[in-house]
């Protein structure tokens, strides 16, 4: 008999009055779930052919909490742990120290507020604070949160090119939270994946299967990454200086094949068509062989002067983001074909 989250129970099938197949359910998951006779109970029937009940009246929103002796930890790492709550989905996070160690923690406590979105501080005395995350994960599309990241990657991307080509460089003074905000949008991604995994109700409202629900996470990821180099190229466009670095001049004549090749896969989110994908995939290939050829190039150099050093660096920003814009590719067609996958018995 199952009694309780975890145990597997095997129970028959009964046929009642010719024409009903009837199946009695464990009294500990009734109790449990606060059924009486005649309540409703949700059947959903998966793609994997398994059932899943649940309770009508029982709310489907579960409060996750956690306490944090922030003394306890290890130096500079309470920053860490709430990082660690907020990807597991942790919904009431209590920290705990002592008075003499607030402002210490309290600023790390900042941090973590600044990186993430949806957590304020609900209670705050001189030895505990309380956070409470406000944003319902089943809300927010996830499809919002990239066309977001993929918005500041692309901006920043385009103000990186506009400055190379003479534009001011106050286009790139905030350049920092852009890639700031595209870190916390990867993050809610990660936390909305993880509650989706463990809460069926929210996997439904999002509209994702737990494999979708994955590669959307990954999808995420390649996008953080590449605003990562995005980033790096803006802080070497930002000290060049007078430096020759020209758009009619490698690397940089390859970012434009970078900006095509992943607004078309932006596209191929929704779309999904694997000739377009495969194309894209494929102009990022052939840019990381000419970037990597150029590097060669540079590297033959034995004066290895500032100004090489600097189209060095560039062209191995611009020689990642085609890498993992491939990888986003390749997630894509991912999520393609386990849409048409088709399961036989």
């Keep these: 008999m199952a009694y309780g989250p975890g145990d597997i129970d095997i129970r028959k099938v009964q046929l009642t009055g010719g024409s009903t197949y009837t199946l009695s359910l464990p009294k500990p998951w009734v109790d449990e779930m606060g059924l009486s006779p005649r309540d409703g109970v949700r059947v959903d029937w998966r793609p994997s052919g398994a059932l899943r009940l649940s309770s009508i009246s029982k709310s489907d929103k579960q409060q996750k909490r956690v306490s944090i002796d922030a003394d306890s930890l290890p130096v500079d790492s309470l920053h860490d742990h709430l990082m660690g709550a907020y990807l597991a989905g942790v919904d009431h996070i209590i920290i705990k120290f002592l008075s003499t160690s607030e402002r210490k923690f309290r600023k790390q406590i900042r941090r973590f507020l600044r990186n993430t979105r949806g957590f304020e501080i609900m209670e705050e005395s001189e030895s505990s604070v309380e956070l409470l995350c406000l944003l319902n994960a089943a809300e927010m599309p996830l499809n919002a949160s990239i066309n977001r990241m993929y918005s500041q990657l692309s901006s920043l991307v385009r103000d990186i090119a506009s400055v190379i080509d003479g534009d001011e460089i106050t286009l790139l003074e905030d350049a920092d939270e852009r890639e700031s905000e595209v870190d916390a949008l990867s993050y809610l991604v990660e936390r909305q994946v993880s509650i989706a995994l463990d809460m069926h109700v929210v996997a439904t409202s999002l509209k994702l299967g737990r494999n979708q629900a994955v590669e959307y996470s990954n999808l995420?990821?390649?996008?953080?990454?590449?605003?990562?180099?995005?980033?790096?190229?803006?802080?070497?466009?930002?000290?060049?200086?007078?430096?020759?670095?020209?758009?009619?001049?490698?690397?940089?004549?390859?970012?434009?094949?970078?900006?095509?090749?992943?607004?078309?896969?932006?596209?191929?989110?929704?779309?999904?068509?694997?000739?377009?994908i495969e194309e894209s995939r494929h102009l990022l290939k052939a840019a990381q062989n000419n970037l990597t050829q150029y590097e060669e190039e540079l590297m033959k150099n034995k004066k290895f002067a500032r100004s090489t050093l600097l189209d060095f660096k560039i062209s191995e920003s611009i020689r990642r983001l085609c890498a993992y814009a491939r990888d986003f590719g390749e997630i894509l067609l991912n999520i393609k074909l386990y849409d048409e996958m088709i399961i036989e018995r």
Excluded at 246 to 261: C, G, N, R
């Design 220 to 276: 995420a990821r390649a996008l953080e990454r590449m605003m990562d180099h995005a980033l790096i190229m803006a802080n070497l466009v930002k000290t060049a200086e007078s430096t020759n670095v020209e758009l009619s001049k490698p690397p940089i004549t390859q970012l434009p094949v970078w900006q095509q090749a992943i607004k078309q896969l932006m596209i191929n989110i929704r779309v999904r068509n694997s000739h377009e």
